[in-house]
């Protein structure tokens, strides 16, 4: 069975600080992706970044950075210099086996940035 | 930049009635599927759909859902005769497999309300 947990229901942020949204998951497939999506209060699911299984390096984009600690089973994302836009829910979620299956969402953490 | 496209961007029906979601998926993709997100909770996986029919489904896509192409643009979801718990945002999403990353591109969701 495949499984996503985001244990911070939560988080503040100060502005231009950086962050951490913790994303650990479960899997017995060899093969699989991590992804992360924002999820502002408008509603739109809106892709940020992507680990596969088998990458070598921490994926990066941008602001965005993934600490993938594949022993662990952690996928956490990393925003740097954090602005007020950054304010929203976001979700941890993987595929795993085949691409084309259906992805598995963590429960999201909500971001709020203090100016 | 291609994106996802989903009407309407809201919907309000009496318990019983069928309603038809409507996607345009990304031109060039070649899955399709449905999530759904009820009010505060994590995103939920519907159905999946390659070369014309389904390749996956969950236990929430019992036989009040279907899903058609009915051309070669648009993707539906249809239910039959809703119920008050049917009500959610309800995200398309579309995807190349083999392509690098794999990554599901969201819609912007169509609000259902059932009353």
């Known amino acids: 069975a495949q499984k996503i947990t985001q244990t911070q229901p939560g988080m503040f942020v100060q502005e231009k600080e950086a962050v951490t949204l913790d994303c650990t998951y479960d899997?017995?497939?060899?093969?699989?992706?991590l992804f992360w999506y924002k999820q502002p209060s408008s509603g739109e699911m809106i892709f940020l970044i992507y680990?596969?299984?088998?990458?070598?390096q921490n994926a990066t984009e941008g602001r965005y950075s993934l600490n993938f600690q594949k022993a662990r089973k952690s996928a956490n994302l990393v925003i740097s210099a954090s602005q007020l836009g950054d304010s929203a829910m976001y979700f941890c979620?993987?595929?795993?086996?085949?691409?084309?299956?259906?992805?598995?969402f963590g429960t999201g953490t909500s971001l709020t940035v203090i100016p | 930049e291609p994106e996802v496209t989903q009407t309407p961007s809201h919907q309000v029906t009496q318990m019983g009635q069928e309603v038809i979601l409507r996607c345009v998926p990304i031109?060039?993709?070649?899955?399709f599927y449905w999530y759904r997100q009820i009010l505060g909770q994590k995103v939920e996986f519907l159905v999946s759909?390659?070369?014309?029919?389904?390749?996956?489904k969950s236990e929430i896509f019992d036989d009040q859902f279907s899903v058609e192409r009915p051309d070669g643009s648009n993707f539906t979801l249809k239910i039959r005769s809703t119920k008050l718990e049917d009500s959610a945002m309800y995200f398309c999403?579309?995807?190349?497999?083999?392509?690098?990353?794999?990554?599901?591109?969201f819609g912007p969701g169509t609000r259902l309300l059932v009353l």
């Open positions: 979620a993987m595929r795993a086996r085949a691409p084309g299956n259906q992805f598995y």
């Open positions: 899997t017995s497939d060899p093969s699989y992706g």
């Open positions: 680990q596969g299984s088998y990458d070598q």
């Open positions: 999403a579309s995807s190349i497999p083999g392509q690098g990353k794999e990554t599901q591109y």
């Open positions: 759909f390659y070369n014309n029919e389904i390749s996956e």
């Open positions: 031109s060039n993709h070649l899955y």
